[in-house]
């Protein structure tokens, strides 16, 4: 099973990357994560990729798509994967189909986790993320048992650079002029589901184990 997680930055897309992950037996690939842990191991890649996350702008496509395609041609892919943050733009988009079908495949679904912009700096300012093992957290709904801790792995949890205020507004912009027309490009291919991703986590689950079976 191949899944697409479509949304606003801050949607929840990661959150429910990750059930669906676990579910159903698939790597959870977030291209956002890798670029994070490239920063954080200080990699070319890393400080390239900084340089335009700080800013709440996307990383250049010829950058996006070879680490893409590079972890989705792995051993453990072979089954399905969850992409998340990934395709980002229509070229994207493009590119990632282009290599499917060459070795005869398709994605299955494209999940479009849909939440207002009103909704999303509020929970941007409340999560926490743990740069080690990515995992993530809110410090309303979802905090982690210690205080600043994270419960899977004990390092320190941060407010990720580009969650700033400031920074937010950008992305959410270049969400709607880069991201968005993504929902039509897949509504006319026949796999895009929306689901309403402002009530509870498990409940956006719920809805989309319900579309997956
Ligand atoms: P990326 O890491 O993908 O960030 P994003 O799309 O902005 O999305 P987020 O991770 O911020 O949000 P999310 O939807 O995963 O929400 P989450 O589950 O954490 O990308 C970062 C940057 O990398 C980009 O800006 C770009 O520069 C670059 N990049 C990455 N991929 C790229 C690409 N393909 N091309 C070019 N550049 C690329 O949830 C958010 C918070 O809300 C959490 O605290 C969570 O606990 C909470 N929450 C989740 N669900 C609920 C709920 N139902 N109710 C209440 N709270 C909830
Ligand atoms: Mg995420």
């Known amino acids: 099973m191949k899944i697409i997680m479509l949304g606003a930055p801050g949607a929840g897309k990661g959150t429910q990357a990750k059930m669906i992950a676990e579910k159903y037996g698939v790597p959870h690939i977030s291209t956002g994560d ?4 490239n920063i954080k191991n200080g990699t070319d890649l890393g400080m390239e990729a900084k340089k335009y996350m700080d800013q709440g ?6 950058l996006t798509v070879k680490i893409l395609l590079d972890r989705v041609a792995q051993e453990d892919c072979k089954n399905g994967y969850v992409l998340d943050g990934f395709p980002r733009t229509i070229p994207q988009a493009e590119v990632l189909d282009r290599a499917l079908s060459e070795i005869g495949d398709q994605i299955d679904f494209a999940i479009n986790v849909d939440v207002p912009d009103e909704n999303i700096v509020k929970r941007m300012g ?20 210690t205080e600043g801790i994270c419960d899977v792995c004990g ?18 912009e270049v969400y709607h002029k880069q991201t968005q027309p993504l929902i039509d490009f897949y509504q006319a291919k026949g796999i895009l589901k929306t689901v309403d991703g402002t009530v509870d986590m498990k409940d956006v689950f719920a809805s989309i184990v319900a579309v997956l079976s």
């Open 57 to 62: 702008l996307l990383v250049p496509d010829e």
């Open 155 to 172: 390092a320190s949890l941060v407010l990720r650079d580009d969650d700033k205020p400031e920074t937010v507004g950008n992305r959410l």
């Open 34 to 37: 890798i670029f994070r842990a």
């Open 126 to 145: 409340g999560r926490r993320a743990c740069l080690s093992c990515g995992a993530t957290y809110h410090i309303e709904h979802v905090p982690p048992k």
